[in-house]
């Protein structure tokens, strides 16, 4: 059973940096792209961004572009979410989720298994 294990998030003032991380157990962690999404309150779920398995591929949500860095370490089963500049509109619930092929996907329909959470607030 694949299990997805986020953490990191926190409190941080406007123009601050948090990096999360994302522990994946229970499958072939190479073998699948990875994303990251994010949900606000009372919005729908939105994509953040994606490394394909390799980890030769990213791809950013425009929102987050120059702003944030995905990466992956495969002999550790992690991926990261680096994020700089952060701003009060990043405040968020922050998911990882597992991808259902090695490639990258903007849609949530293209995961198959997606953690619980970590919760991230910026202050103005």
């Known amino acids: 059973q694949v299990q997805l294990v986020e953490s990191g998030g926190g409190l941080v003032q406007t123009g601050g940096s948090l990096r999360l991380s994302c522990a994946v157990s229970?499958?072939?962690?190479?073998?699948?792209?990875m994303g990251w999404f994010r949900q606000a309150p009372g919005k729908e779920r939105e994509f953040v961004a994606v490394?394909?398995?390799?980890?030769?591929?990213?791809y950013y949500a425009d929102s987050v572009k120059d702003r944030f860095t995905i990466s992956r370490d495969n002999a550790k089963n992690t991926v990261y979410l680096q994020m700089n500049s952060l701003k009060p509109e990043d405040t968020a619930v922050y998911y990882c989720?597992?991808?259902?092929?090695?490639?990258?996907?903007?849609?949530?329909?293209?995961?198959?298994?997606w953690g619980q959470g970590t919760q991230v607030t910026v202050s103005s």
């Open positions: 989720a597992v991808a259902r092929t090695a490639g990258g996907y903007t849609s949530a329909r293209g995961y198959q298994h």
């Open positions: 229970g499958g072939t962690f190479s073998s699948y792209g």
């Open positions: 490394i394909t398995g390799s980890g030769g591929s990213t």
